[in-house]
């Protein structure tokens, strides 16, 4: 059977489990799915059984997806039955489960139940398949299920009783490109709520401080997908969603809350939080720590930990937003800012065969005298900024535009019409040709000037604000005030990437950015073959 794009596996409980043979049945549910798969764990014991039992088991889960699954697959377990367990031991319900996505198929590793019943949102004809998996456990084997002395590897403790259920719970942090880190994060904090669960999405300064932030999903996406996250897992709780700018959110001000839970790498803000909230008066939370899980999908220069970084990282040089229309030839607009990178990367597609038409260099024809430009330009500016050819002197001209926002403004109405003009002059001239390959519009005001407009797609270079100022220090031989003024007298970073298709960062090593332009080459040349 082909693989779906969204199935759903019930999984049998049994107390004997162990991490070998839980493994060989999720990763053989791994390979029938494409995109998402649910997980519902069956048949849970009514005697009362303890919070870090089940959360073992889901961590598991969680972990065995992220080392054999691809980035974007995308894994959510069920947490319904085993809060059940927890909260209500002695009751035995039947829960019925409404995903946000249509389930395709139903895979199980017991067949005394059709299991189709339980669900709301299934495609007609959905298919059911039996997976008929050899649990034999290893001799070294522990179970996940029976108690056992198995620590975790924090650095630091948790700072309450990993057993205790809370009423009120309260957890952070950015949750962009949601992975399996973050549902640990999310799945510890469930099952250890009774009532209300209060999530702090941070949002503001306090991204900025993240590796290529500007890549960051916009707040009110990350709420929404979380929210998606939380109904699917554990729709009956209670749920507070909100952004918040600095450590602290709700917390500062929230007597209602009681536990915290925070990664091993951020326990220390929690202590911080605890340090506010006594000094305002309020009770200290209880901090329970979950561990990070390993990336075994770690390149050069990321970090060895599932983390959102990482994944912003790989999707340099990916098509980020899909091209806007087909044609040919085939033109790619290229921007940046000063020292982004931007010159060396239209070197490299050049060399992958890419026609450039540098606008830069028709900034300096559109100038010439002849063009209706010129005559512009001598009308609003007079014949001082004319040296003795009677062509246009741009150190003349340089002092009365860059001191002057109006006088700039309109030189941009000038120019930028005269040099859209050229370029789409050169593009039909190609067409006349029959050239029917690909041309990089290399423009650092592609966006400022409107001209992606004629670009099927966008392709920005960019580098941290820091690394730009540093790049023009070093290549000018200014002062680093001076540096920062011509970086912020420009679009910004997170405005051109909004525009982006694809984004290229040359922070890195030559070769690394050379991997991402092939990258994006790549699946143009794919994208135009089909």
């Known amino acids: ?139 070294n084997d522990q179970h996940l299920v029976i108690e056992h002395q198995e620590k975790t590897q924090n650095h630091l403790p948790s700072l309450t009783d990993e057993d205790n259920i809370y009423d009120h719970v309260v957890i952070g942090g950015t949750f962009d490109n949601l992975h399996s880190g973050h549902k640990m994060l999310i799945s510890a904090a469930i099952l250890r709520c009774k009532k209300s669960l209060t999530i702090g999405v941070t949002d503001g300064i306090m991204i900025k401080t993240k590796k290529l932030w500007e890549l960051i999903e916009p707040c009110q996406t990350r709420i929404k997908k979380l929210h998606e996250f939380l109904m699917d897992v554990e729709p009956r709780l209670q749920y507070k969603v909100v952004p918040i700018t600095d450590l602290y959110g709700p917390t500062a001000d929230d007597p209602a809350l009681q536990l915290l839970v925070v990664s091993e790498e951020t326990q220390k803000g929690g ?173 650092a005001v592609l966006l400022e000037a409107g001209w992606q407009e004629d670009c099927a797609e966008v392709w920005v270079a960019t580098v941290p604000k820091e690394e730009a100022v540093k790049r023009i220090v070093e290549r000018d031989h200014i002062t680093v005030e001076q540096a920062t003024r011509r970086v912020e007298s420009q679009l910004s970073n997170s405005d051109r990437v909004a525009s982006a298709n694809v984004v290229i960062c040359s922070i890195w090593e030559p070769e690394v950015t050379a991997a991402q332009v092939l990258k994006a080459w790549q699946y143009v040349q794919e994208f135009l073959a089909k």
């Not at 098509?319 to 921007?335: A, D, E, Q, R």
């Not at 109405?413 to 003009?421: F, H």
């Open 271 to 443: 202590m911080k939080i605890n340090q506010l909230r006594q000094e305002k008066g309020l009770s200290k939370l209880d901090i329970y720590s979950i561990s990070v899980i390993d990336d075994n999908h770690a390149g050069a220069g990321e970090e060895n930990k599932i983390s959102s970084s990482s994944f912003r990282k790989r999707l340099l040089g990916s098509h980020i937003k899909p091209p806007k229309f087909k044609s040919k030839p085939y033109v790619i607009g290229l921007t940046g800012g000063i020292a982004s990178g931007k010159t060396t990367i239209s070197k490299r597609l050049k060399d992958l065969g890419a026609h450039i038409i540098s606008c830069d260099h028709l900034g300096h024809l559109a100038y010439k005298s002849g063009t209706e430009c010129y005559r512009q330009m001598i009308e609003y500016f007079g014949a001082g900024i004319l040296n003795e050819e009677n062509e246009i002197d741009r150190k003349k001209l340089g002092p009365l535009v860059f001191s002057n926002k109006d006088h700039l403004e309109s030189l941009n109405k000038m120019v930028w019409p005269e040099i859209r003009r050229l370029y789409n002059k050169e593009i039909n001239e190609l067409k006349k040709q029959s050239f029917q390959g690909i041309i990089v519009l290399d423009a």
């Open 1 to 139: 059977m082909a693989p779906v794009n969204t199935g759903i596996l019930f999984l049998q409980f049994n107390p004997l489990w162990t991490p070998h043979g839980l493994s060989k049945i999720v990763l053989s549910a791994l390979q029938k799915v494409d995109k998402l798969l649910y997980i519902k764990v069956k048949g849970l014991p009514l005697s009362e059984t303890k919070v870090s039992t089940y959360n073992r088991i889901v961590n598991q889960i969680y972990n065995i997806s992220s080392r054999n699954a691809v980035d974007r697959f995308d894994t959510r377990v069920v947490l319904t039955d085993f809060r059940d367990s927890l909260i209500r031991p002695s009751v035995c319900v039947i829960n019925k489960l409404h995903t946000s996505h249509t389930i395709e198929t139903i895979l199980m590793t017991s067949q005394e139940h059709s299991y189709a019943e339980f669900l709301e949102n299934k495609r007609d004809g959905i298919t059911s398949e039996a997976l008929h998996i050899d649990t034999t456990f290893k001799d």
